[in-house]
């Protein structure tokens, strides 16, 4: 991997990762643009103890754009966009209009791939990798900004969840506090070491594996699996089978099995629901590639990283957490009262179900 540092023309910073050492980013970014200025700041909630973000200047952003205007893809025949390069393998910048800002954080794209068209679940084994040394290096890099507790990155795929962009892309927070989800796994992750002396998420992982009703898939290095208590019809965990804290404490074996696992997680969510590969949902007979023109799953992937100085770091766990907001063919899973309202999530898929069906759109 090549990493090349440089600048947009308004001062965000501009990283290119390609998969060749001999590539050259000199390209300049000529478009006349104005200083960024962002009205980004976190207010406490006193009653419920967590923290907001308030960013009024993100009413501005960039709205469901044409394909031939979209800002995420190379700069090419006269159009200019955010990353200057006629091409590229990977590109991550500062988000020009973003959630957390300056002494409230930092919010990064992370480019893909500049095929417009494609999506993460299109890209060969090769090219998964090197996002996962990106995420790995921004990491590793915006832990060392002033004031950052947590480094969160995530994807948003689909107009159904609220994506903006279509191109395959995902983004970064870096935040200045630790988020009430990891508050929470944190306090759960103490009060069973009271109580048993083990680690939550070793014993969490080792009940799923000697259950086996909602492993997914496994390798040797990583396991995927539907959660006992899934929130969402269709969730899917996947932790390395060597606990670490973090994207940079993976070790040489497991960063080379990821893509393998996960780029396979992410083509049977787009099988589960594709009526035109042969198969009808749940019958278990869908085997094909996904159909040309076929809706794409809409999901969120998040990273969940330990927080960078909370006490007993070392027993957290890496994961990532896949989910999609579509409960069935044609239709969706909302949040309404006692999910919005309550924080009580009411599941309509059986775990046990959902994962049997994640099994049976395995590829050929």
């Known amino acids: 991997m090549k990493k090349t540092t440089t600048r947009l023309a308004d ?12 590539a050259v980013r000199d390209e300049r970014d000529h478009r006349p643009l104005d200083p960024v200025a962002t009205a980004a700041e976190i207010r406490h ?6 923290s907001v973000a308030i960013a009024s200047h993100r009413q501005a952003r960039t709205y469901h754009p ?14 200019l966009s955010e990353i200057p390069a006629p091409d590229y393998d990977v590109a991550v910048f500062e988000n020009r209009f973003p959630s957390l800002a300056g002494d409230s954080g930092r919010c990064e ?29 921004r990491t590793a890099e915006l832990s060392q900004l002033p004031g950052v507790e947590q480094v969160f990155c995530f994807e948003n795929r689909g107009a159904e969840i609220g994506v903006t962009l279509g191109h395959p892309h995902g983004q970064i927070y870096a935040y200045p506090f630790i988020t009430p989800r990891t508050e929470r796994m944190l306090t759960s992750l103490a009060a ?3 109580a048993t002396g ?11 594996l000697a259950d086996g009703r909602r492993i997914v898939l496994e390798g040797e290095h990583w396991v995927a699996f539907v959660p006992y208590a899934a929130h969402w019809p269709y969730e899917v965990h996947l932790y390395p089978k060597r606990r670490v804290p973090d994207l940079l404490a993976l070790d040489e074996a497991a960063r080379t099995e990821f893509p393998q696992i996960y780029l396979e997680v992410l083509r049977r969510f787009d099988r589960i629901f594709d009526g035109r590969d042969g198969g009808t949902e749940g019958d278990g007979t869908s085997r094909g590639p996904r159909a040309a023109g076929a809706a794409r799953t809409p999901y969120i992937a998040a990273w ?22 579509r409960r069935t063919s044609g239709k969706l899973k909302f949040l309404a009262g006692s999910e919005s309202g309550m924080n009580v999530f009411i599941n309509d898929v059986p775990p046990e179900a959902a994962a049997e069906r994640l099994r049976e759109v395995a590829s050929e």
Do not use: K, M
């Not at 001062?11 to 001999?22: A, C, M, P, V």
């Not at 909630?45 to 967590?50: A, E, F, V």
């Open 11 to 22: 001062g965000r910073e501009l990283i290119y990762y390609d998969l060749r050492d001999d």
């Open 45 to 50: 909630d006193r009653l419920l103890g967590d």
């Open 66 to 79: 044409p394909a031939d205007e979209c800002p995420l893809c190379p700069s090419r025949d006269g159009r």
């Open 109 to 137: 794209v992370v480019c893909f791939t500049p095929d417009h068209d494609a999506s993460f679940a299109d890209l060969t084994e090769e090219q998964a990798a090197l996002v996962l040394e990106a995420w790995t290096d």
């Open 192 to 194: 069973h070491r009271e």
């Open 198 to 208: 083990g680690n939550l998420f070793d014993d969490t992982v080792a009940d799923e």
């Open 304 to 325: 969940h990283q330990a927080p960078l100085r909370a006490g007993h770091r070392g027993e957290f766990a890496l994961h990532l957490e896949l989910f999609t907001i």
